[in-house]
């Protein structure tokens, strides 16, 4: 793969781009002092804007390495940080990856983290991998809802054990697409954007 490191990405309604230190307030109004939005994962509610502060600091230092893909999910109609997408888990032998993803609370149930998700996978699949997968916890069915609306494929559930976090361990529900399955839906997406106009 030849990785470029986090890129400014655009879709019709958001732009995902490298994190600044100025987005810790939006972060700290609009998702991380959330247990609805924490709920499946491994960190807790954020007490005050320092502890965001720190947080953002450590991602920030980050991108210095050209395999760190996380991007801060800003809505253009409002200029606001509202979630974050990032890849990691990357296979450089198996040119494969894993996406992830969050969304404040207020944007859910919009097509949002669609919109996103779309982008960074077709994102991924040009700078050279061949295989994106995810997976997210059973009682946690919208993500699966995401994902096959972006062409991922249902292979399994199984249980995961997090370290360190067992309130989070459980069953999780695992999903993929390659590059040529890809290809084949973003084909099917074009038609469908044909017929719409």
Not at 37 to 58: A, M, Q
Not at 59 to 69: A, D, L, Q, V
Not at 112 to 126: D, H, K, L, N, P
Not at 165 to 182: A, H, L, R
Request: hydrophobic fraction near 30%; charged fraction near 25%; glycine fraction near 6%.
């Amino acid at each position: 793969m030849n990785h470029v490191g986090t890129q400014t990405i655009e879709t019709q309604r958001l732009i995902l781009r490298a994190y600044r230190m100025t987005d810790a307030e939006d972060m700290f109004r609009n998702w991380v002092t959330d247990p609805e939005v924490s709920r499946f994962w491994g960190w807790k509610p954020h007490e005050n804007i320092d502890e965001t502060k720190s947080l953002l600091s450590g991602w920030i230092n980050e991108y210095s390495n050209p395999e760190t893909y996380h991007w801060v999910i800003t809505l253009k109609s409002i200029s606001q940080a509202i979630g974050y997408i990032y890849l990691n888990e990357i296979n450089n032998d198996e040119q494969s990856l894993s996406l992830h993803y969050l969304l404040s609370r207020k944007y859910w149930n919009q097509g949002i983290m669609t919109e996103a998700c779309r982008r960074v996978i077709e994102f991924a699949f040009a700078f050279g991998a061949q295989k994106v997968y995810t997976y997210h916890h059973v009682d946690n069915p919208a993500s699966g809802k995401v994902l096959q609306k972006c062409g991922l494929q249902y292979l399994l559930t199984r249980y995961k054990r997090i370290p360190d976090c067992e309130q989070i361990s459980g069953d999780y529900c695992y999903y993929e697409i390659t590059k040529e399955n890809w290809e084949e839906y973003a084909k099917g997406q074009d038609a469908n954007s044909d017929l719409r106009k």
